[in-house]
Nanobody
Framework: QVQFVESGGGLVQPGGSLRLSCAASTRSFTIYGMGWYRQAPGKQRELVAIIVSGGSTVYADSVKGRFTISRDNAKNTVHLQMDSLKPEDTAVYSC???????????WGQGRQVTVSS
């Protein structure tokens, strides 16, 4: 029901920056929330940041002040600007789309982000 086109990510040194982008398309519903989650090896998937259609945002405490999420409602695109990256930010980052406050959720394929010297 939702098609994703994700881009960005890659390898960067500690302290560097990367940007993730996600374009979602659906004819089934109006998207309520868009965001990014991440999963590091051996760990559970965790919220990074989300933004709802009204513009409110939620960030994980670990990324506050370093990451910025933005959204273009007309184009159903969401971007994640990641600055001051740390090795512990290394993970697969997946785009998330939520149809309403209570779901359901749809997931992109994921982009690898590696922070290493």
């Amino acid at each position: 029901q939702v098609q994703f086109v994700e881009s960005g990510g890659g390898l960067v040194q500690p302290g560097g920056s990367l940007r993730l982008s996600c374009a979602a398309s659906t004819r089934s519903f109006t998207i309520y929330g868009m965001g990014w989650y991440r999963q590091a090896p051996g760990k559970q998937r965790e919220l990074v940041a989300i933004i709802v259609s009204g513009g409110s945002t939620v960030y994980a405490d670990s990324v506050k002040g370093r990451f910025t999420i933005s959204r273009d409602n007309a184009k159903n695109t969401v971007h994640l600007q990641m600055d001051s990256l740390k090795p512990e930010d290394t993970a697969v980052y997946s785009c998330n789309v939520r149809a309403s406050l209570s779901g359901p959720d749809y997931w992109g394929q994921g982009r690898q982000v590696t922070v290493s010297s």
